[in-house]
């Protein structure tokens, strides 16, 4: 079924491309080309008209025909049911009702049944203006045939904040491949007919129409590297899925195929179209009509990889994107300076090689230019480039296995980090220590030290790194694997627990005052406070900063009765406190009594935010990790970043209310400083 809509997808595509492609040709190439010629050329003209009219209107049977199998196969995929039972008004007309690509083939099919009825019942034009309003008519419905299919694809569900962006380049896009792709053939036909019949005023038909036609390709071939760039990043978006993807590597492959298709066309615009501009028609008849003839010759190749290239975009379309898949590394290696910037010698070897890597590109670009030293000059050029690229590259390499790049399955959020810890405690503690320093009761038993969990090093290695260690251990370590033992979803429990332990480590250097520069995710988490629908933290985004308050009874009781009194003026300067009780949440209005605050107490979900944000309670004035505080303060951004912590006794703290406000203020008044963060740790 697959290989089936492959092919019907690039029957369609390509017959659509003709279609295209003859009217602009006629417009933009042939009509012009011929009036260069003289009047003697015009019944010739005719006769091409003529023919690419015809030839135009079995394009459109083609794609009619092949859109209407395309839509019997979309049909059995839908349902998945066989060929022949999706073959019923029912299912058929389930599809063209209910689903997206069903109302965009209705409006496809309007379009080209209102183009057939021009093509096959219009008026003989009565002068120049009637022909150009006739093929400038047929040029619009045929556009908008193959433009719609963006609306059928990829682009119709992209996300809302970019959907209107990609819908426009993907059909751009489709136009300018129609317009070039679906020209080459028309061009061949008319140098196969211009060698048959040599003589003056086909040569001038010959070099003009050479001339537009490159002119024309070199404006599509710069929208569809534009247009194409806009695709990639709203369907790829980033390196890994590129090279890890089956869409990636598709593409990649559609990309290899497009440059030597544009090579051909720039050797026919730099070396062929001057040749064939400078020959004089009293010239040799066969000199030009070699020319011509090699001309021909490489039209042919560019429309064999066009046709190709068509053949690829049918796959892409029923591919889902690269964006939207777990890529797989295909490499032993990555390449990461965050990791390696700091080792001896790091910096010297990446400035060393990079410079020697353009001077010697500038040599290569050299011997383009200059014909006499092409041959060494380029030669040499890229040999030393790539000697001098391989040395910053292997400076900056690392380790990388197939799951470095993997997106993690489950949010970053205190859920998942207190499941996390959970399990760290039952499988980690005991090599790596309760707090993560690689001190644990069998660490002196091992031949390696285990690692420091807190360390910098823990956060260079990606989130797709650690998945695979505890699938499989670490080589040549006593890391053992640990994939009989905890699920995928466990093992990111685990990862995103590892993460905050690593965080938790940095975020010594928090204190009241708030933080210039935002780095500490907050971890997301979602609560309840009685009655109400819940909420998640990352709701508050965009809005309103929080005053998170760790709290516990009664000790607490003066600060929360100080914070409610307040609590209109921390308002004011734009936070939302919200305060969670440490133990005894089912108990907790009981507790508070006539004390009930005017601001929410989490009760819901209150477990899992107090055992990961207490996490966040190392400081510089206490070596290694004090026991958790009775009460803690947070302060968050709009953005989702942890900017400053209070734990009482701290000096200054904000212990006095206008402490506290002042902070919120400058926090208010400052501008994004970062974007929000992801909702998985990488």
């Not at 051909?264 to 179209?273: D, G, S, T």
């Not at 900063?545 to 929360?560: K, Y």
């Not at 402490?659 to 203020?665: G, S, Y």
Request: hydrophobic letters at 50%; one cysteine or more; a positive charge.
């Amino acid at each position: 079924m697959t290989g089936l809509v492959i092919s019907l997808r690039a029957l369609h595509l390509g017959a659509l491309a003709l279609l295209v492609g003859a009217f602009a040709f006629l417009l933009l190439v042939a009509r012009p080309a011929f009036k260069q010629g003289g009047p003697e050329r015009g019944p010739a003209f005719e006769d091409l008209d003529r023919l690419l009219v015809r030839l135009s209107l079995w394009s459109l049977l083609i794609a009619l025909g092949s859109g209407i199998l395309w839509l019997w196969a979309q049909a059995a995929i839908a349902t998945g049911k066989p060929l022949r039972q999706a073959l019923t008004l029912d299912v058929l007309g389930s599809v063209l009702t209910r689903t997206q690509f069903g109302h965009v083939w209705q409006l496809r099919l309007a379009l080209a049944l209102l183009l057939g009825g021009f093509l096959l019942f219009r008026e003989r034009e009565q002068d120049a203006k009637d022909w150009i309003a006739l093929r400038l008519e047929g040029l619009m419905l045929a556009g908008a045939l193959l433009a719609a299919l963006a609306w059928a694809g990829h682009a119709a569900a992209t996300r809302e904040q970019v959907r209107v962006l990609h819908l426009a380049a993907d059909s751009i896009h489709l136009l300018a491949a129609g317009v070039w792709l679906g020209g080459l053939p028309l061009l061949f036909l008319l140098l196969t007919r211009a060698q048959r019949a040599l003589d003056p005023p086909w040569a001038a038909v010959c070099r003009e129409a050479t001339r537009r036609f490159s002119v024309l390709g070199l404006v599509c071939v710069g929208t569809l590297t534009l247009t194409g760039a806009v695709n990639g990043w709203i369907l790829v978006g980033d390196f890994p899925p590129l090279v890890g993807t089956v869409y990636g590597r598709l593409l990649l492959l559609k990309l290899g195929l497009l440059l030597p298709l544009i090579w051909i066309a720039a050797r026919n615009l730099l070396r062929l179209k001057p040749q064939l501009l400078a020959a004089q028609a009293s010239g040799p008849a066969e000199t030009l009509r070699e020319l011509l003839r090699r001309l021909a010759r490489n039209v042919t190749a560019e429309a064999c990889l066009g046709a190709t290239i068509l053949v690829i975009v049918g796959a892409l379309g029923i591919t889902p994107p690269a964006l939207h898949t777990q890529p797989s590394w295909p490499f032993p290696f990555r390449l990461s300076w965050e990791a390696k910037k700091n080792l001896p010698g790091v910096r010297g070897a990446v400035t060393v090689g990079s410079a020697g890597a353009l001077l010697s590109a500038a040599v290569a670009v050299y011997g383009l230019w200059r014909r006499r030293h092409r041959p060494w000059a380029i030669g040499a050029g890229l040999a030393a480039v790539g000697f001098f690229g391989a040395v910053p590259l292997h400076s900056l390499a690392v380790d990388a296995y197939p799951t470095t790049y993997l997106r993690p399955a489950v949010p970053y959020s205190a859920l998942s980090v207190a499941k996390g810890a959970h399990l760290y405690e039952q499988h980690c503690a005991v090599c790596h220590g309760t707090n993560g320093y690689g001190d644990g009761t069998a660490a002196p038993q091992l031949s390696k030290k285990p690692a420091d969990l807190t360390a910098k090093h823990t956060a260079d290695h990606t989130a797709g790194d650690l998945f695979w260690w505890l699938m499989h251990g670490i080589k040549g370590s006593p890391m053992p694997g640990f994939a009989d033992r905890l699920s995928g979803e466990e093992r990111w429990d685990l990862i995103n627990f590892l993460r905050a332990l690593s965080a938790a480590e940095q975020a010594r250097t928090l204190g009241p005052l708030v933080d210039p520069e935002p780095w500490l995710v907050a971890p997301d988490f979602t609560f309840g406070i009685g009655v109400g629908p819940a909420e998640t933290l990352k709701d508050h985004r965009g809005w309103a900063m929080v005053h998170l308050v760790l709290f516990t009874l009664p000790g607490s009781l003066p600060r929360l009765e100080e914070l409610d009194r307040a609590w209109n003026q921390i308002g004011l300067a734009g936070a939302r406190v919200l305060a969670v009780p440490m133990r005894d949440a089912p108990q907790i209005y009981q507790k508070l009594g006539a004390h009930a605050a005017n601001y929410p107490i989490v009760v819901d979900g209150n477990q899992e935010i107090v055992e990961t944000y207490t996490l966040f309670r190392r400081t510089l004035a206490v070596e290694g990790v004090s026991p958790p505080p009775t009460h803690m303060e947070f302060l968050i951004d709009r953005q989702g970043y942890v900017r400053a912590r209070w734990i009482p006794g701290e000096r200054p703290g904000w212990g006095e209310i206008p402490r506290l406000v002042k902070e919120i203020n400058l926090l208010d008044k400052e501008a994004p400083r970062a974007p929000a963060p992801d909702d998985h740790v990488h």
